[in-house]
Every structure is written in C-alpha cells, then in structure tokens.
C-alpha cells in the first residue's frame, strides 16, 4: 500500500476495477478505440490495405468473423495506425506494420465485451486497447527538488492525470496573503463578480476602481476582488505584507504556488485559484487568526471548493457548537473543509478537543516526516483524520518574495487541501464528504512504522 496515494485517489474518480479480466477506463485508454492487426492472410499481400466498405454505418470488410463482431459491437470505423510503411515486408513474427488498424466503436459501453471477442477472431494477430500516452512530468521549478513532500504523496504521478484547474477555488482562511509573490501571482483568484471597473497594480499589490457596492454574488462584501481583509479595519485587500506574518503566504504556497513556470516552488496543486482571507494585522506582528469562523463563511458563500484552516485552539467550555456550524455551513454550500490537528504532541478526544480540527465534517490533518513517522509535534487522537508532510516543508514567504522551510501541522493541511483540490479539478460533481471519504479512503497505512499511535492517525498518509 505505499504507492499511488493520489494516482489511485484519482483513478477511483473513473470507477476503476482491477480484478475484472478486461476494464475499460477512459483515463488510461483511448475512447471508442481498439487496435486490431489483421493477419497476414486476412488482408493478403503484406503490403496491401483491407478493403471495406460502410453498410448500415458498420463496417464491412468481407472478413466473415471480423464482420460479426463489427455488427455486433457497432464497429463504425477503420484506420490505419501507421501511414506509409517504407519497408512493408518486414514484420515481427508475422505482424506486419500496415496490417494494424485503429477500429472505431461508436460507443464506450461494449469495450470490454468487443475486445474479449475481438482477441478470439481468426482473421486477427491481437487486438488490445489503445493506451493513453501522457509526459512523465516533472514541473521546472527550481526548488521542487528540495520538496520531499511531493515525492511522498506522489504528487509527480497524479500531475500527469492533473495539474489542478481555475475553475477550482481554494481559499486560504489565515493570516493573508502575500497575493503578488511572484510564485503565487498567477494561481490568486480575481472575483469575476466585481472585476469589472476594477484595476489591478500587481506590483504594488493593490487595486482600485471599485464602485463601492457589493456585486451580489455570495458574501456580502463590496469590491471583494480577491479576498477580504477581516482585521480591523477592514479592507477589501486581503494583501498581507508584513514579513512576519508570513503565515497565510506559506500556506497558500504549500497548497498553491504556481506549477510549472520555472519559478520556486510548487504547490500540492499546480494550478488552482486561492481565495484570500487575512485575519491579521499588516503593521505587527502576531501568531493569532482573527475572525476565523467568518471567514469560512465567507470563503463558502463566494464559492470556495476546499476551505484551508491551519489554525485552531482548545475548547475549553466544551463547545465546538459554532465551529461544527460553520463547517456544516460550508460543507452545504459546497466546501471541504480541512484543518490542521495542532502542534502540541497533544491526545485529542478523551476530555480534550481543539476547534476546528475536531469537528464533525472537518479533514482533520496531522504532520508526518519524510519517512510517515508522526512528526514530534503533532497531535494525535481518535477525531484526527489524515496525515500529511509537515516537516521542513519549503514554501512561499513574504520577505524579498522568497522562500522557507517550516515546520508543522499548519503545512500538512494545506498539502491536504491542495490535493483535495486537485481531486475537485478532474471529478468536480464529488461533494465535499464524498472528497473527503476519497482522501481518507486512499490513504496510505502507516500504523506499521507508528505502533505507538494505533488508531490515533486517522486514514494514514
Ligand atoms: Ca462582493
Ligand atoms: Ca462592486
Ligand atoms: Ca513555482
Ligand atoms: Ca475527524
């Protein structure tokens, strides 16, 4: 079970079979496509085409089997695989290049049960679906390699499936973001809604034109164009750069730094939309998040899909009854909401919770190592769901728009997050528990290596 964390998190979107003989997967092979090469002779000289015609829209070749098979599985279509072949009689084995076709079914739903005849037909040497060829991709940030996180979740093997996609939003409930770091810059979610009129100065990390009214599209807050600055005073900015309050910045780029454009590092997910909530001041420096419930309602009600909260604190009356409703709240309105456990080795449930970690609906995450070893810090206990890297993991920060390893459960959610939202990005009709159940489902067992907390780590990594 130590492979394809997410590959196979991805592939289960496709409802993928291994035990079947034959499985068809529209991931991993090409629609509405078998090759087939004709035996020798099938066609006659090595060197010749088949001749077929169309009837009844089904191919006709005058092969008697081949032609039973085209009715019966409505094959609408033949062509040859390769063009002009420069040296038609050499074959291998008896498999010459211009004997193999591509046969084009007019439909996916008798894939498995065309290719099990087509492989029986005497007028055939094989037939086999046709693979799905994809770049073995690796992004050329220059820090990726530094990134051991992304080698741990096989983050390579699911960027060849998906990069991420902007139509998915994932909001960044925090500190504030430092939005034109220029590794985040592209990946910033610009609200459609009030863009119109509105002006960016990317450099200078502000905008202006807006009209001072809310545009009406979840929320409730004017000229809302990236985010919402909620420490008082209140903005419309959710720009945050205070270098100390780097927070938020090295969560959105552990989540979110922009893939692939040959800058820093890169996020979970490559490309996707941050949304930016700041709950904290830009002229000191503090360690709280202010008005953290708030902004998970709004980060839902502007459309959030995944909703990062890498902060929490104990409950100490008992009650996680306003936590659990706002993430009720957000769940209904579309969003997964995922939260880092905490950082103080501490056993949650048994008389002790943290809110929002603990919540019902929540993803609640723990930091592992580079080896899945419960990171030192970590908490741990029953309500934890996941686990994810969060030690020394290199991301995004505000001073000079550079970058820096950190430490803890706040990075493991993210990493979480990020690849909750590229999961959203390839099946986006999953609901929030459905993306959550799909994390959880196909995480990797690490009781193995983490005797001491059975039971404790929730899914595993
Ligand atoms: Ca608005
Ligand atoms: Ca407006
Ligand atoms: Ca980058
Ligand atoms: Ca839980």
Same mark, same amino acid.
């Given at each position: ?333 579309? %969003? *997964?909401? !995922?939260? $880092?456990? &905490?950082? +103080? ?10 809110? =929002?970690? @603990?919540?019902?609906? %929540? *993803?609640? !995450?723990? $930091?592992? &190592?580079? +080896? ?10 029953? =309500?934890? @769901? ?76």
């Amino acid at each position: 079970m130590k492979k394809f964390y997410i590959v196979s998190c991805l592939l289960l979107l496709f409802g993928v079979s291994l035990l079947s003989a034959f499985s068809f997967d529209p991931n991993t092979s090409v629609s509405k496509t078998i090759v087939v090469c004709f035996t020798k002779d099938a066609i006659g000289t090595q060197d010749r085409s088949i001749d077929f015609n169309i009837q009844d829209g089904v191919v006709v070749t005058g092969l008697a089997s081949f032609d039973n098979l085209a009715k019966r599985y409505q094959i609408v279509g033949l062509e040859r695989f390769f063009d002009a072949v420069k040296v038609p009689q050499w074959n291998d084995n008896g498999i010459y290049m211009q004997n193999i076709y591509k046969a084009r079914l007019a439909s996916d739903d008798v894939m498995d049960a065309a290719l099990a005849e087509l492989i029986k037909d005497p007028a055939l040497r094989y037939a086999e679906f046709e693979t799905v060829n994809r770049q073995y991709f690796v992004p050329n940030d220059p820090m990726v390699a530094q990134q051991y996180a992304l080698d741990v979740i096989q983050a390579y093997e699911a960027w060849d499936y998906t990069m991420g996609s902007h139509d998915v939003k994932l909001a960044v409930t925090d500190s504030g973001v430092k939005w034109n770091h220029p590794d985040l810059r592209a990946n910033i979610w610009v609200n459609p809604a009030e863009a119109p009129g509105m002006t960016i100065n990317w450099d200078a990390g502000t905008y202006s034109g807006g009209n001072g009214v809310d545009a009406g599209e979840g929320g409730n807050k004017a000229d809302d164009l990236m985010g919402w600055n909620f420490y008082p005073p209140v903005s419309n900015n959710p720009m945050q750069n205070w270098p100390d309050n780097y927070h938020g910045t090295h969560v959105a780029g552990c989540a979110a730094a922009v893939g692939n454009n040959m800058i820093g590092v890169s996020g979970s997910c490559p490309i996707v939309s941050i949304i930016s909530c700041k709950g904290a001041p830009h002229t000191s420096s503090v360690n709280t998040v202010y008005d953290g419930y708030n902004q998970m309602k709004y980060a839902a009600e502007v459309g959030a899909h995944v909703i990062n909260a890498s902060w929490g604190g104990q409950t100490t009356t008992g009650g996680l009854n306003t936590a659990n409703t706002t993430i009720n709240y957000c769940t209904n309105l579309g %969003a *997964l909401v !995922v939260v $880092a456990a &905490g950082n +103080s080795n501490q056993l949650h449930g048994a008389g002790y919770n943290d809110a =929002p970690g @603990d919540c019902t609906n %929540a *993803l609640c !995450v723990a $930091a592992t &190592g580079p +080896s899945d070893i419960k990171a030192s810090f970590s908490d741990y206990g029953e =309500p934890i @769901d996941i686990c994810a890297p969060g030690e020394g993991i290199l991301s995004t920060i505000i001073q000079s728009n550079g970058y820096t390893n950190a430490d803890g459960t706040s990075m493991a959610s993210p990493i979480v997050a990020g690849v909750a939202a590229l999961v959203k990005s390839i099946n986006p009709d999953l609901t929030p528990l459905q993306l959550r159940q799909r994390l959880m489902m196909t995480a990797d067992y690490i009781y193995d290596i983490n005797p001491n907390y059975e039971g404790l780590l929730g899914a595993g990594r």
